[in-house]
C-alpha cells in the first residue's frame, strides 16, 4: 500500500534527522505529534543537499545536486519517489502549500557551495543566508500556521530572523572547517584566516540582534510547535554564548560544541519556561 510506503518515508526522514543532529532532533519531539512527520521531512530534505555539496568530495557534487533537484520535482509531479526522502517531502511541500520560490531559493544557495569561496558584500551575504537559511525557516512556518496565511505573513519576517540566527551561529562555530576544508569564507568585510575580538564581537551582536527579533515571533506561534521552536532557540542562544566567552583564536581552531548534560538542563530550564507561561 502507499500509505505503507509514505509512513516508511516518515520514518526514514525521522532517522535522518537524529543521525545528523540530535539537537535539532529533541527540537522536533518538543513538537506536537501532528505537525513533526513534516519537520522532518523538511529537515532531511535540506540535510541531503547540504551533505552533497558539503561532504561528498570525492563524487561529481554538480552532477548529483542537479540530479537531486531533477528527482524531487520528478516527485512533486507524480507523487511518489522511490527515494524515501524526497517523498516525504513533496508529501509535505503539497499538504502545507510550501511555496516553490522557497525550495528554489534553497537549492539556489546549495549550489553556489560548489563554486562560491567568499561572499563580499552585504546583498551577497544576505542573500545566500536567505536561501540556506530564512527560506528553511518559512517552510516550517508553513508547516506551523497550516494553511493560516494572515498568521503566516504575520510571522513571516521572525521566522527569517530565527533561520538567520541559526545560520550565522553555525558559521562561527563551524569557521575552522569552512576555511580549511571547503575553502569558504561567509561574513563580508571580516578577515576570518584571524579573527580578532572586535570582529566576533560585531559579529555576534548582529546575531543577538536576530535573536531578539526572532524572539517576537516565537511567543506568536501556535502552541503546536511553541514550544518546539523555543528549544531550539534556547539550544542556538546557548551555543552563542558559549562563541562569546570563547577566545577568538580558540574558534578559529575547534569546532565549538555544547555537552549533552548541558543540552538536557537547557531543555529543562526550557520547560520550566514554558509550563508557567514566562516566555
Do not use: W
Request: hydrophobic share 40%; proline share 2%.
Amino acid at each position: 500500500m502507499k500509505q505503507t510506503f509514505d509512513e516508511t518515508s516518515f520514518l526514514c526522514s525521522k532517522i535522518v534527522t537524529k543521525k545528523y543532529s540530535t539537537s535539532f532532533s529533541l527540537a522536533v519531539k518538543m513538537l506536537a505529534p501532528k505537525i513533526r512527520g513534516a519537520i522532518f521531512g523538511i529537515y532531511a530534505f535540506v540535510r541531503f543537499a547540504d551533505e552533497i555539496v558539503d561532504s561528498f568530495h570525492d563524487f561529481e557534487k554538480n552532477e548529483l545536486i542537479n540530479e537531486f533537484e531533477r528527482d524531487y520535482y520528478k516527485a512533486y509531479n507524480s507523487g511518489i519517489s522511490l527515494n524515501p526522502i524526497l517523498n516525504c517531502f513533496q508529501l509535505t511541500v503539497k499538504k502545507y502549500n510550501i511555496d516553490d520560490e522557497l525550495i528554489q531559493a534553497f537549492l539556489k544557495s546549495m549550489k553556489l557551495d560548489l563554486n562560491k569561496a567568499e561572499y563580499n558584500t552585504e546583498d551577497e551575504y544576505n542573500e545566500y543566508i536567505y536561501g540556506s537559511a530564512d527560506v528553511v525557516g518559512l517552510m516550517c512556518l508553513k508547516v506551523f500556521v497550516d494553511g493560516d496565511n494572515e498568521k503566516y505573513e504575520k510571522l513571516k519576517s521572525y521566522a527569517m530572523s530565527l533561520g538567520s540566527a541559526f545560520q550565522k551561529v553555525n558559521f562561527l562555530r563551524d569557521l575552522k572547517d569552512d576555511i580549511e576544508v571547503l575553502n569558504r569564507s561567509y561574513f563580508p568585510g571580516i578577515n576570518l584566516n584571524s579573527l580578532d575580538l572586535n570582529s566576533k564581537n560585531k559579529i555576534i551582536e548582529e546575531i543577538e540582534s536576530d535573536f531578539e527579533e526572532a524572539y517576537k515571533g516565537i511567543k506568536l506561534l501556535p502552541i503546536e510547535a511553541k514550544f518546539g521552536v523555543y528549544t531550539a532557540y534556547i539550544y542556538y542562544k546557548g551555543l552563542l554564548k558559549k562563541l562569546k566567552s570563547t577566545p577568538s583564536e580558540k574558534i578559529m581552531n575547534t569546532r565549538i560544541r555544547i555537552s549533552n548534560p548541558v543540552k538536557i538542563s537547557l531543555l529543562a530550564r526550557s520547560f520550566v519556561v514554558f509550563k508557567l507561561n514566562l516566555m
